[in-house]
């Protein structure tokens, strides 16, 4: 079975602060992929990154980067100089390999609140 | 472009009453999906159309729900009748035949409150 884990549930920083959200997972599948969606305040999760676990490059998107680290089942996402744009409940998601892939299991959400 | 739409975006119920929520893809998505968050809980799958047809309806809870997707466009789920448990948000998603894994497009939400 397929587990995320998002231990941090609500997480507070002041604008232009970096803030790391943590991720670890469980699977039995050698191939599956991890997801970061974002939700904002307007309730539509919004897609951000995908990674294909055979893929353990770190990735940079602007103020965005994520750290795959399959050693230890994680896949951590970071924001540099955060802004209050930032502010919304963010999930952690994985996926089999196979098929559509398209059956994701989430974790529970690390709601990010960012203050000026 | 229209994204996903849900409707209604908060239905509040009596237990034993029946609820339907539908959800209008984006057009000319074959693939739409059901999730459902109860409170404080992870996001869980419910279910996947590829048009007309339920590709996979492992997720969903028990035989008190009833998804279709009549010609393939709009989708409808059904709760009869309503439990307590039934409350949360469910979710519409959809996704361009051909699939890029996992990107799917969400709708804002549908809000069941069972009272």
């Known amino acids: 079975a397929q587990k995320v884990t998002q231990a941090q549930t609500e997480i507070s920083v002041v604008e232009k602060e970096d803030v790391t959200l943590d991720c670890v997972y469980e699977?039995?599948?050698?191939?599956?992929?991890l997801f970061w969606y974002k939700q904002p305040p307007s309730g539509e999760l919004v897609f951000l990154i995908r990674r294909n676990s055979f893929d353990e490059q770190n990735e940079i998107s602007g103020r965005y980067s994520w750290n795959f680290q399959k050693s230890t089942s994680s896949f951590n996402f970071t924001i540099t100089a955060s802004q209050v744009v930032d502010s919304a409940v963010y999930f952690c998601a994985l996926s089999e390999a196979g098929g559509t892939a398209s059956k994701l299991t989430f974790g529970t959400g690390t709601r990010l609140q960012v203050t000026l | 472009e229209a994204g996903v739409t849900q409707f209604p975006s908060h239905s509040v119920i009596e237990k034993g009453q029946t609820v339907t929520l539908r959800c209008d893809p984006i057009s000319g998505h074959d693939n739409l999906y059901w999730y459902r968050r109860v409170m404080g809980k992870e996001i869980k799958f419910l279910l996947h159309?590829?048009?007309?047809?339920?590709?996979?309806e492992s997720g969903m809870p028990n035989n008190r729900f009833l998804a279709e997707r009549t010609g393939g466009t709009y989708s409808t789920l059904k709760v009869q009748p309503a439990e307590l448990e039934d409350s949360g948000v469910y979710f519409c998603a959809s996704s361009p035949r051909r699939i890029v894994p996992g990107e799917l497009f969400f709708g804002e939400g549908s809000r069941l409150t069972v009272l």
């Open positions: 159309f590829v048009k007309e047809s339920k590709q996979d």
């Open positions: 699977t039995r599948d050698t191939t599956y992929y």
